[in-house]
């Protein structure tokens, strides 16, 4: 943790807001196509509800709601992340009926229930989108540890469900490219010194050159090359939270993982005023209240 300036704050709630944000707004159009979405909301831009999920505008899902219980454990044990207390905060936040849960999260929470150990079996077959979605509160808890550290912080949180290098790499990216944006970084710096170096180490990751990535999967390879093609080519908070949630498919999840990349890029000032009226209230007074209480 370092001492958090109120710019590197501003930030890290928007980061936050952001991720909540992206839920919320992906959330109408989870598992349409681009061109079903087109159809029913022309360019989907307001936090309307609906979709599968029959949600009430400004509603969030699974992403926002395991990043919070994430949070909300880790400020219960004074910043310290560990196996046990990650496992503990998503079997409670499993109990408490959310709205939705991914596959993965649900077999390997059972799995812990059962056995009482917290950490899911390594599988190739686990590189969804699960731990990736939930990493940001644990970006903020880290904000100044060395980087193996923090790098391990993200493998701590992930493997209690998702035990894969390729989501290990997709979090630990994620998270490190959080820390740069709300200490000040800019995109162009983020893209040599995270984005360009994840490619080049995971080159499935790929996004550019490539055709754009609609209807991104679950599979965390799919879901970040939708969050980059639209961090990297469109500028702007909402511009670039519009442009992956429209892309369709696991429209929340990119729409949460953009949210708050972009939320730590452009600040709190660049998200709309609607947006943020817009959001379930409750949502956004814990993630407002986790991000400072995270940094400090
Ligand atoms: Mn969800
Ligand atoms: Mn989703």
Redesign the pocket.
């Known amino acids: 943790m370092e001492c958090a300036s109120e710019d590197v704050l501003a930030r890290a709630e928007a980061a936050c807001l952001g991720l909540a944000l992206g839920?919320a707004l992906g959330?109408t159009v989870?598992f349409m196509t681009p061109r079903e979405i087109a159809h029913t909301h022309g360019v989907h831009r307001e936090l309307v509800g609906g979709g599968w999920l029959r949600l009430q505008p400004g509603q969030v899902?699974?992403?926002t709601g395991m990043a919070l219980a994430l949070g909300e454990a880790i400020l219960a044990r004074r910043g310290e992340i560990t196996r046990l207390t990650c496992a503990r905060a998503f079997d409670a936040w499993m109990r408490s009926k959310p709205v939705?849960i991914?596959n993965t999260v649900r077999r390997n929470l059972l799995l812990f229930r059962r056995t009482g150990y917290p950490t899911a079996p390594a599988s190739e077959h686990d590189a969804g989108n699960g731990a990736a979605?939930r990493v940001l509160p644990v970006a903020l808890a880290t904000l100044g540890w060395p980087e193996y550290e923090v790098r391990e912080a993200c493998r701590i949180q992930a493997h209690v469900t998702h035990n894969n290098p390729v989501s290990d790499a997709a979090c630990e990216f994620i998270a490190l490219a959080v820390q740069d944006f709300v200490r000040g970084a800019s995109l162009r710096e983020v893209y040599r010194g995270r984005i360009r170096p994840l490619v080049e180490t995971q080159p499935a990751f790929a996004f550019r050159g490539k055709l754009r990535r609609e209807n991104p999967s679950g599979w965390i390879v799919e879901t970040l090359q939708a969050v980059l093609q639209g961090l990297v080519d469109v500028g702007g908070f909402e511009n670039c939270l519009v442009d992956v949630v429209n892309r369709g498919g696991d429209a929340?999840?990119t729409g949460?993982i953009a949210g708050m990349l972009a939320g730590a890029l452009y600040g709190r000032d660049a998200i709309p005023a609607r947006w943020i009226k817009a959001l379930d209230p409750e949502v956004r007074e814990r993630c407002v209240a986790q991000a400072s209480a995270l940094l400090t």
Do not use: I, Q, V
């Open positions: 839920d959330a989870e899902t699974d992403d939705d991914g979605m929340d999840t949460a």
